[in-house]
Structures are given as C-alpha cells and as structure tokens.
C-alpha cells in the first residue's frame, strides 16, 4: 500500500495526552467560573455565510480569513467569537432576555504568516454581557472580579488587572480640542509601555498634535499612584468636558465596587495608558498582564462598546465583554514552565493489573473503583510484568492495583501508591475510599503554579 | 448604514440557551464517564492537509467534504474523528503507551443535502482504544459496559446493546463457501430490520447466493432467544471454520464478563443480524437502540479493526470504538420530548435584585454566594420592579434574593424559592446555604427522562 505521510498543518496546536489534560483542566476551570457568574454557555457554528461574518467589511482580519465556496455558498470560517455573537443576538432577539450573559469557548480561524507561538486555529474564551438599549455601569464594574477569579481558580497569582476607561480619554481630548485626533491620540499612547515616552511625544507632534497640549497629554498619561490618588489626581479636571465626568463616574463606580466583588487591592491598577486598539470600545477597557511576564503583553482584554450588532439590527445593543486568547495563552504557560505537574494528568486514578487467566474479580474491582468516581483502567494485555509496571509509568498513573490468587483467597486487592512506591493488601472496598480520598486531595491543586 | 440580514446556515445546529444547557449537560455528562473508564481527552485540528485527511480516497465522503485551498494549500475539514485519531497516532506512535484510549467530542463536516434532522456540521462523541499490533479481547468486553454507563448517567433507561462478531458471520459464510461473497452478504443482512426477511432472502438469492445456503443463511441469523440461548445454538456450528470458532470464543467472552462490568442482562442482546456497513470492522461489532424509538435507528455504534492508521504506517495498530453522532441524537431527543424539565437551564442559580442605590450590600451577597458554589447573576438594570421579575421569569432562575433598606438594616437577604412562591427572610450565610443544598438536589436529575 502506498503511504502518505502523517502531519498536522503548522500554525495548528494538537497536544499530547498529558498536555491537552492540562489544557482540559483549563477549559473546564474556565466553564466553572463563567457559569458562576451567571453567563450561559454558547455554541455557533464555526461556518458561517461570508456576507455574514463579514458584513463589518474590510481592515486586516479580512485577508487572513479562510473563505471558499461549496456548491453555490460563499462561506467563511469564524475568525472571532464577536461577530457571531452580534448575529446571534441579532437573530434571537425576541426570544433573549436582556441582559444577556454568554460564554463561549471555542476555535477561530486565522490564515496568518505561521511562526512561533502564533496559530491559525486557536481558541478563544469569550464572555460579554449585552443589554438591549441600556446597560449599567454595574456590568462593568464586575467584569474585574470575573478575571480576579478565573485567574486565581487557575492558580495565577502574580497578575495585574488594569482598567481605563475610554469616555476619560475621550473627553480629555475634547478639552484640549483634540476630538478629530482622538483616534489617533490613543492609538499612539496604547503603545506608551512598547516604545517609552520619548518616542510617543514624538509621534503624538508628528501627528500634529502642538507641542503644549502633546505635554498636557503626556502629563496626563503619566499621573501616578495608586488607585486612589489617580482618581483623585483626576478630579483636576472636572468640569471640563462632560464626557469626562461620565467617565470619571464610572471609572470611580469601578474601583469604588472592587472590595464587595472580593478583588484584593494589589491585582488592580487604573492605568491611563490604557486605549485597546479597537476603535468600538466607549467606556471601561481591560487589560490583564502576568506581572513577572510583561513581554506576553495582556492576556485577557475588553472592554465596553455601544452597538454589538448594528450591521444586522437597528436595535442598539450595548455590551461589556473580555476575551481570553486560550491556545496563547497556554502556548506561553507551557514554555515559561508555569504548567503545575503537582495536579494529575494521567488518563486513569488507577490501572488494575489481574495477575490471573480469569479476569472476572478485575473487572469485578474496576467497577467497584468506578462507582466510586475513581477513573480506572484494566490492563488486559498479555504481556510479562515489566512491560505491564512500565506501561503504568508511560502513563504516569497514580495508583496500580494487583490482582492474583492470593488476593483473591483472601478477598483483597494489593495497592500500590506510584508516588509513594508504598503496597498495601486491602479490602477493595477500603481501596476504593482510600484511594478516591487520596485522588481528590491530590485534585485540589490548580493547574497553573505562579 | 445598510445592514445584512442575520442567518446561520441551514444544517448548522444553533440552540437557545436552555436548549444548548441541555447540550453542555449532556457533553460533561460524556466527559466524565468516558474519564471514568481511563479514556484521555483529545483535540484535534478542524482543518487537515487533503492529502493527508483523503489518503484512504475514493468513497461516497469524499465528495461531502467541505475542501478548499488557503495560499498554497490544498485542505479539507474533518469529515469523522477517526482519520484524525490515526494520523495522531501514528505520528505521535512513539511518545504514546499502548494501549492508548483516548475521547474526542467535535465537530466534524459533510456537505450533505440539507434536509430535517441532518447536519452539515455535527458533533461526534468517539471512543477508541488502539493497541500496538495486538489488542485483547477484553477491551471489546468493556464497551458495552461504557455504553450501559454512558446512557444511563444520561437518564436513558429503555435501550438496547446489541452485539455480534464479524469473525462468526465470516467464518459462517466460509463454511459455506461464500468468502468472496461474504461482503455482499453483510451488507445484506445488516438490512434485514429495515427490509424484512423475504426481501432480504431475495437479494440474497440476486446476490448469486445459491438457494440452499440462502436458507440457511436466514436460518442462522433467524437464531433467537436470549444471548445464552443464541450462544448455544451457535455450538452446532463449532468446527466448521477456524475464524468461526474464534469470533464465538470472542463472542462468549464479550457476553461473559457483562455482570462483572454491572450490565445487567435487559440493556444487551446478541444480534447475529449486525454487520455493520463499514467494511473495516473485524471483530465485535455493536449498535445501540432506544426501544421505543427503534425508528431512530443505531444512536451508538462501533467495532473492532485491524489497522487503525494503514494509510500512514506500517505498524500495526489494532482497536475498538464506538461513535455517538450528538448532533443528530440531540435533534431526535429533543423532537421526542425526552429532554428532562427538571434539570436547571438557566444561566444561574440566583438572581440578586438589589433595591437601594447603593449595590455595595447586594455585591457582597453575589461574592458570598458564588463563593458557597452559587452561579448567581446581579441584576442592575435601573428598571421597574416587574420588569426585573419579568427578566427572573424569563430566565427561569430558581431563586431571587431582594436586598433593600429593611434587609440590610436587619442583617438579612429576602429569598424567593421561584418554583414554590416561598420568601424567606434569612442571614445571607444561612441563605447561601439552604440555596446550595436546593441546588444541587435539582442538579442530581438526568438531562433525559425515559
């Protein structure tokens, strides 16, 4: 037979067994956290008509999308969890209720340049809250808890939510007779932490900013303290714009609600630098950074925008949402070794080895184990004991259980503890207990270490 | 601005919310027990390279895949889990111990005509175990016992495991002289249900069967009784063909360990009339009905191979899977009526309506509640009072928490138990946990009634 030669399509993560646990581990922290708070999972189609998807047109995303035909259809593949959210929204409306909480976990599709640590399917893992019409500013103000307490549930400690807020930024500039630059003003000062201050004024004057209000700006920017003293620095310049006061009302409510959602001062930082590229955000934006791993930049970002859905509905939809980039984000955990192998990551708690021709009392104990939540494997191949013993190490499983003659007679089954190298002939049933207990202790550990 | 009108394709499932928490129950419910039985998790990509995805060729599939060129690439998404499992394996054969079991649940693609209850996109839930060159029977024992366990955390009581052996049916039809036949043959008899014995005696006969070993192939697959019986009456055709032999020996075996594995004898039946369509299968072969919904057809099939991954190695990799088609499952449970009421859809367990301005109070009884595992959802929508019961109704939350002035002067939470009208004035702790223990003695119920 002609063979052809295996491979998987570069730029595309597929993980080996104990990896893609991990990655598990994560997804399934991720589901647990979202439901918390109240979100609803979400699943659309990963096809989707072209003249859908990309009824917003144009800009960089649209070179990288893979798009074809089949039969008479123009179809393309999602290329993030947004736009299929608006279309959703869109279509349900009458049957949502507002506001709408989802998550959505899933793959999107980029054709871009392949290189190291980029993927052209990658999953995202997206939350939003959308109102219809109106959305207070409590929506927003909880968004910091949610990334507070998915990152701790998965075992990230050393990070740092900042928050800004777009109508601050906006109405700055409005006082300043900035407002036909804004755009270009925040996208300049979003690079602030990548290029230094030098070289930010001198693009904000090469942009045609005069020189006094380029230093206003970067004065304003570069307000220090804590969170408390920004708020407080900024109270300088109410009454200014109006839009600003907004702002600053909100960025307040944000900070003010921190201690009730239970975020610990030291993860938070209003951080005026703060502008995310999207030009759609309006008020509350994140970004959430590993503190000791600047260099990844954000890992979790959002913000709030006015009108989710506006090429498909007249309806306004305003929303908040964060999106984590997952396979990312995993990519750099695996390769700053921030992957725990403390939790277990192997496909069984115990693997039974029948040491008999008869394999009735192994299977017997593999169902015993089973009722009791212990995720078990029988071994049943005819192999000598060494390949059996080498076999429970491949797979690194936590507890082998033997099963022979002599064990039968007495009724009992021999455990060993991988870990520990420790035997003990008991009762299956007190097997069962001692290991299940052992297995859930061993479970609480998270699968980040940080 | 001009707006495109919102559609997701036909033969896309997409569901309500309630609906697609149906979905995810089921989905987790997978997860767990498939983990039970020391399956890992995989995650494969979507898009493969044609060449790779297509290497078996040929074939009613190839002309449903969705197949398209991105730049210089020629590729295809995946039209089954099975091809992608042996590509995996067989490029990652030396860094995976065998036997390696594995669970995927994924979409995969088949541009089929669209029609009511087909999907062009559709999740599969496969399980395989693959050997390395050889695999004991005893892997072949055990999925019935996954199935049984499978269904029944699903809440399915009323269905049917129905086996037979591939190597008995050939051995059978050698004995006959009927080798060359033996193909045809299958096909045949697997259509016995949907055809009925006369027109299957008939196309046996067109099939250049001659008529006496017609008859005395629908004499054989006309054995009935229970599994025990159907064994026995099989000893009379012991002798006749070495493969024969050994597929009954397997058979025996299969039908032997059930209680150990806890299947009891009402959800498993030897069928002698299961071919299956594939012509790959070697061994055990398996189909699963509902039965009262025999009009369903097979909702979990598989089998025992030979050669996982010949199209890209020249090991050896024998295995068992079995397939649950969940896109199309869903579809019929739900079009049934089977999927339970009684199970909690909504997106959380509380809803918190705070009634003063200042939510500080309200916000703490979110954090305490999700603390105690509570999915709760703040609603702060500045809306009138029936509105806001209206949004509770409307997304069936089980419980509302009022917070006003009264409550927080004395210390309390105003609880509404929503199914039983009941309101409670209680200590927020005291609150959290009477929730908790509502909660999760609803979530004990099955996704499906049967």
């Known amino acids: 037979m002609e063979r052809i030669k295996p491979r998987t399509l570069s730029g595309f993560m597929e ?148 928050v800004n807020n777009r109508k601050v930024l906006n109405g700055f500039f409005a006082s300043l007779g900035l407002s036909d630059k804004a755009s270009d003003v925040m996208h300049t000062i979003d690079k602030l932490d990548k290029i230094g201050v030098e070289k930010c004024r001198a693009l904000l004057l090469g942009e045609g900013v005069p020189e006094s209000k380029a230093d206003e700006i970067m004065r304003f920017i570069a307000i220090s303290g804590t969170s408390a003293d920004k708020l407080e620095a900024l109270k300088k310049y109410v009454g200014k714009s109006e839009i600003f006061d907004l702002g600053l009302k909100e960025l307040k409510a944000v900070a003010d609600y921190l201690p009730a959602f239970g975020v610990p001062e030291e993860n938070f930082e209003i951080d005026l630098t703060i502008a995310r590229g999207l030009d759609y955000y309006t008020g509350t934006v994140y970004e959430t950074t590993l503190t000791e791993h600047p260099e990844i930049g954000s890992v979790c970002s959002g913000g709030r925008y006015d009108n989710l859905a506006e090429y498909y509905t007249d309806k306004k939809l305003p929303g908040v949402g964060i999106s984590i980039g997952l396979t990312r984000l995993f990519f750099v955990l695996e390769e700053q070794g921030m992957l725990s192998d403390e939790v277990i990551t192997a496909p069984a708690d115990a693997l039974i080895i029948p040491m008999t021709e008869d394999f009735s009392k192994a299977v017997e104990t593999a169902t015993l184990l089973r009722e009791n939540g212990i995720s078990t494997m029988l071994y049943s191949e005819n192999k000598k004991f060494k390949a059996k013993m080498s076999y429970a190490d491949k797979i690194g499983v936590p507890f082998v259980v033997f099963i022979g003659d002599d064990e039968i007679g007495q009724g009992v089954v021999k455990v060993k503890d991988m870990r520990s190298g420790e035997q003990v002939s008991e009762k299956p049933e007190t097997a069962a207990l001692r290991i299940k207990a052992e297995i859930d202790k061993r479970n609480t550990g998270c699968v980040i270490k940080d």
């Open 15 to 162: 993980l080996l067994p104990d990896k893609q646990a991990q990655m598990e581990r994560i997804m399934e922290t991720l589901r647990k956290t979202y439901s918390l708070y109240g979100f609803a999972p979400l699943d659309t189609p990963i096809i989707e008509a072209s003249e859908v998807l990309l009824a917003k047109g144009g800009g960089e995303t649209e070179k990288q999308i893979y798009r074809f035909t089949k039969g008479e259809n123009d179809l393309s593949l999602r290329f993030d969890l947004t736009v299929p959210l608006a279309k959703y929204v869109a279509i349900n409306y009458g049957q949502l209720a507002f506001p709408f909480r989802r998550y959505q976990i899933g793959k999107v599709y980029r054709g871009e340049r392949a290189q190291r640590g980029r993927f052209r399917e990658f999953y995202q893992a997206d939350i939003d809250v959308i109102g219809d019409g109106e959305l207070d500013i409590m929506n927003e103000a909880e968004i910091p808890a949610i990334i507070y307490r998915t990152f701790t549930a998965l075992g990230l400690k050393k990070f740092k939510i900042r």
